[in-house]
């Protein structure tokens, strides 16, 4: 009877880890679905700053092709003609238990890494994340720059975001790094999620000038601008860097979410399996056990 014992201390096992994968999955599904709003309510805020950006961009070109006088652009959108030093900032997750989210992005950085030192570039990664910074110390610990956790943890925060660009913005400008690249995970769907390498420095927004969303009148209204066009170009410019990578923290928290969500409900449903193929063992064990027992009854009775 010891294997009956053993089967059922077994199938309780795998039903108390089943309730904590499902309520896992439930928390996963709660986060994901705030990431979702948040990032689709982002989205608005995100085009009214690109578009007040697109409609200064344009004016300033105007004024240049008009007086002949070339503009001096903002210093977090001049670039080196040949960058040698480069910061990667790479966004995962603080906790595992995501199936294979963490390990995309390890894979995207770690390839961009090589990619960028067979060129002979000195590339340094700033980990947003506990479990890619662990990684990268284990796989190639002389490219981590440092690592932040905690970030997002009580949901995303623009203004923590805000926090995190302003020294990246300092430091570029103080020529610490030459370009600024962001890995991060690109949210399609729960099942569906791309990596992705994005520039952030030089800060090169893509506007079309041309795009009749940038004129300067918009239905029956015209814009002006108390300040300096310039100096309300560079501000804005600044804010659509940080709502650029809000957007792409977002997307990344999104994708976790999902992943964790996905990778649990499968884990639930492996336990689900598991259980049920040990209850049919177990219940063949317990019944040959019994007519084992029967069948010595009866063997005893006859011999008397």
Known sequence: MAGLKELRTRIESIK?????????????????????DVLGKSQSYYDGLLTITGRLYRQIRNTEKQTGVRYNYPLIMQGKEQPENYLLVVFSSDRGLCGSYNSYVLRETLHRVAELQRDGKKVKVLCV??????ALRHRNPGVVADVLTGIGGKGADYKEIERFIEPLVAAYMVDEF??????YTHFNSAINREV?????????????????RYDDKSGNAFFEYDAPAEKVFTDVLFMLAVAEVFRMFLNSQASEQGARMTSMDNATRNADDMVGKLTLKYNRLRQGAITTELIEIISGAEAL
Do not use: H, W
């Open 196 to 212: 992705r390498n994005y520039r952030l420095l030089p800060f090169m927004p893509e506007i079309d000038v041309d795009d009749p």
């Open 16 to 36: 108390s880890t089943q309730k904590i994968t499902s309520a896992m999955k439930m928390v996963a599904a709660a986060r994901l679905r705030r990431a979702q």
């Open 178 to 183: 030459d370009v600024c690249e962001v890995i």
């Open 129 to 134: 994340g506990k479990k890619i910074g662990d």
